[in-house]
């Protein structure tokens, strides 16, 4: 069976239209998670935490994507 990893990290933003970070030192990481119903709960759960602060986002990145990605090889072009 294929493990579908994914990170859950989240931090200040430049500003709320942006995904730029403010300071990316200050970057949270929730954590690594075996499949996106759990990612998506911890996400869920920092998002509801830090509602009060607009600048503040929380993303759930694929990392199973980019492991694929790696096995593939280089892309042509």
Known sequence: MT????LVF???L???GSTEFKNVDDIHIVGLFPDYA???DAWKAEAQRTVDNAHM???VAHVHRLMEQ???GPAAG
Do not use: K, N, T
């Open 10 to 12: 989240g931090g200040e």
């Open 70 to 72: 790696d096995l593939a």
């Open 3 to 6: 493990q579908r990893l994914h």
């Open 57 to 59: 986002r929380y993303f």
């Open 38 to 40: 759990s990612a998506y």
């Open 14 to 16: 430049v500003d709320p």
